[in-house]
């Protein structure tokens, strides 16, 4: 089960953390990813880590601005975001993929959170 938090309402050029713990499984086994969710539009890609934290992806509209980490101890993954843009609204989701690469793709991923929701005001 994956339980994402940190979300929130925030003014333009703000930051949020976004946690995501994981339980019922072997965390350090899988990848992880964010992804998020604005209204009317599709779930896209923010970003991935591999199972070591060693490989990182980023979707070009979050590069520099989000980092994602993980901590394989608390079995927690987080996605650190500096700099957010209205843009940046959405309901944001971790989840937990058993292939080997980092791919942006939903479909690639078995296990996904409840969501957590990022307002952005300008």
């Known amino acids: 089960q994956l339980q994402a938090s940190g979300g929130g309402l925030v003014q333009a050029g703000g930051s949020l953390r976004l946690s995501c713990a994981d339980s019922?499984?072997?965390?350090?086994?899988?990848?992880m990813g964010w992804f998020r969710q604005a209204p009317g539009k599709e779930r896209e890609f923010v970003a991935a880590?591999?199972?070591?934290?060693?490989?990182?992806r980023y979707a070009d509209s979050v590069k520099g601005r989000f980092t994602i980490s993980r901590d394989n101890a608390k079995n927690t993954v987080y996605l650190q975001m500096n700099s957010l843009k209205p843009e940046d609204t959405a309901v944001y989701y971790c989840a937990a993929s058993s292939i080997g690469i980092l791919l942006p793709s939903t479909s690639n991923y078995l296990y996904w959170g409840q969501g957590t929701q990022v307002t952005v005001s300008s």
């Open positions: 880590i591999s199972r070591s934290g060693g490989s990182l």
């Open positions: 019922g499984r072997t965390f350090s086994n899988y990848n």
